[in-house]
């Protein structure tokens, strides 16, 4: 299963569904690196220290970094969905049907 870091603005209900399904996720949170205005920069250094793909709702700045460097452990952007569940299931499914993630980026819409 992949190895998740999911920045400041990701539903921790998400996060707890991607561990029940096997998933390694750790959260800005629990680094002890919340609310310290760290820029997007600085995120995806920590998760490409730690050879963890990123889980962003920040879609518009992350895919920009994922342009200026693609070689990162992967970046999964997703829109804002509040049946987190089934936004859960999404990105389970998509991180399985791209695997190995290093360098790509995976985009995880709400179903309308």
Do not use: W
């Not at 609310?35 to 490409?48: G, N, T």
């Not at 987190?84 to 360098?103: C, K, M, V, Y």
Request: aromatic fraction near 8%; charged fraction near 25%.
């Amino acid at each position: 299963m992949a190895r998740l870091y999911s920045n400041e603005n990701f539903p921790f209900p998400v996060v707890q569904r991607l561990r029940q399904l096997g998933h390694d996720v750790l959260t800005i949170q629990e680094t002890g690196k919340a609310e310290q205005a760290m820029s997007d920069d600085a995120v995806l250094l920590y998760a490409m220290t730690d050879e963890r793909a990123l889980l962003t709702l920040n879609r518009k700045h992350f895919i920009q970094l994922h342009k200026e460097e693609p070689n990162h452990f992967g970046v999964i952007v997703c829109s804002f969905d509040p049946d987190f569940i089934e936004q859960a299931n999404r990105i389970h499914n998509s991180i399985q049907s791209e695997e190995p993630l290093p360098g790509k980026l995976i985009r995880v819409n709400r179903l309308p």
